[in-house]
């Protein structure tokens, strides 16, 4: 799937563009723009618009002074549920009225979530901003809420990109702090001494990611070792060098994080994302109109199908009561000719079948003689007839298949089974002669 990542930060805005599968990712391409010299932030959204092609998924993340958060704990472990109790347990924590924000959260490990929120107004400005440039975002978050994802991240370690400080736990994010200016050595110490003071465990190194942060690099006065992260091995096909690597390595950690279902979504309530329900609908419209159609055409052919059939029947009905009045002129009209043809057609049948079975069992009569006990089954199936009968030994049934050859032009005798008495049972089947019908 394709996603199309636009980061808005103070001074300049940076789009890249990823193909992701779950085995490979491609980066198929990236801008950035400055926000000075009467730049604005929808001059940029019109320009990166002006260049979309395709359909990808489009993800706006806005800058991390805009979100807050705090670390509750929750008896739950299902997401969804945990953001329907959210508004109730932030309820009188917070100094704004929840029914003014969007809140989300993360889960941060041993029954604690990190709830997320943001002012509604600042989350509908900048959607209505990008509509109307013509790239309206599907959802809408922050960068530093993907920061877990990030390539060659450890699971545990506290980060910095110059503006935002956050610690991982785990691989999740446990605390930021986030700030419209620049973050200093001595402001990062003294957050990261306070969290030690309220019992939280501090990680063991500083990692320093994106351009913002070159100038923490080998700063003075941090309480952790830092270290700036590096292309891992395994993404070099996607940055080609260091600078590419620190400018969009969190826009790809975003990517990650959405395709994974793990980044927190701003777009919810009456900020929600409805063009895809909007577009489903007029699909799902199209769809029911041509079932419709199909429906509909489908009951006219039948019922052309029927009509012609009808008049088939009706001429075949005329032409019945012709040939009856032909066969039977002195008859009057009968109600139904069909049936009394039929039933003519079947005495006749009967009567030439009941005449010529008759003179088979009379054959078989003078053929058996005094050596065949009896016949008491026999069964004439067009030229096929099948007898079973008793015989006095196995020789007479031999003996009455050859008084049979006048009349069957082939007889063959079947399993002959001896009785205590000394007689036996036998069957036998053969082919009529034409002449003996």
């Not at 940076?14 to 604005?40: C, H, K, M, N, P």
């Not at 959260?105 to 600042?122: M, N, T, V, Y």
């Not at 050596?371 to 007479?396: F, H, M, P, V, W």
Request: glycine content about 8%.
């Amino acid at each position: 799937m394709e996603y199309l990542i636009i980061n808005v930060e103070e001074k300049v805005v940076t789009s890249a563009r990823f193909e992701l599968s779950r085995r490979s990712a491609i980066l198929l391409g990236a801008a950035s723009f400055e926000l000075e010299d009467g730049v604005t932030l929808a001059d940029a959204a019109r320009q990166i618009a002006g260049g979309l092609n395709g359909s990808p998924r489009v993800v706006l993340c806005l800058p991390s002074h805009l979100f807050a958060q705090r670390l509750v704990a929750l008896p739950l472990t299902d997401l969804r549920k945990v953001r329907e109790v959210m508004p109730s347990q932030l309820q009188g924590e917070i100094a704004l009225p929840v029914e003014e924000l969007v809140l989300d959260a993360l889960p941060a490990g041993e029954g604690h979530f990190l709830a997320l929120w943001a002012r509604k107004s600042d989350i509908s400005h900048a959607v209505d901003l990008f509509r109307e440039a013509g790239i309206e975002p599907q959802v809408v978050s922050c960068q530093l809420f993907a920061w877990g994802c990030l390539p060659g991240i450890p699971e545990e370690c506290a980060v910095c990109d110059g503006s935002a400080l956050a610690l991982l736990a785990g691989g999740r994010l446990t605390f930021f702090q986030a700030s419209d200016t620049p973050l200093t050595p001595p402001r990062i110490s003294a957050t990261l001494s306070a969290l030690e003071l309220t019992g939280s465990r501090l990680p063991a190194r500083l990692t320093l990611v994106g351009t913002g942060s070159a100038a923490l690099a080998g700063s003075d006065g941090l309480v952790l070792p830092a270290e700036q992260l590096t292309v891992p091995p395994d993404t070099g096909h996607l940055f080609k060098n260091e600078a590419t690597f620190q400018q969009l390595a969190g826009l790809y950690a975003v990517a990650k994080a959405s395709q994974a279902g793990a980044l927190p979504d701003f777009r919810q309530g009456e900020l929600a994302w409805t063009a895809g329900d909007a577009l489903t609908r007029r699909k799902l419209l199209i769809t029911g109109v041509l079932a419709a159609v199909f429906i509909v055409l489908l009951f006219v052919s039948k019922l052309l199908q029927y009509s012609a059939v009808n008049s088939d029947i009706n001429s075949l009905n005329k032409s019945i009561s012709a040939i009856y009045r032909e066969v039977f002129p002195t008859r009057a009209k009968a109600v139904d000719e069909v049936s009394e043809i039929r039933g003519e057609i079947r005495k006749l049948a009967g009567a030439d079948t009941s005449s010529g079975f008759l003179d088979i069992l009379k054959k078989l009569a003078e053929a058996k003689g005094t050596t065949i006990n009896g016949l008491y089954e026999a069964e004439l199936e067009g030229r096929s007839l099948r007898i079973k009968g008793d015989a006095r030994s196995a020789q007479a049934a031999g003996e009455f298949k050859a008084a049979l050859a006048p009349f069957m032009s082939s007889a063959e005798l079947g399993e002959v089974k001896s009785r205590a008495d000394g007689t036996v049972s036998f069957s036998l089947t053969g082919t009529l002669k034409e002449a003996a019908r």
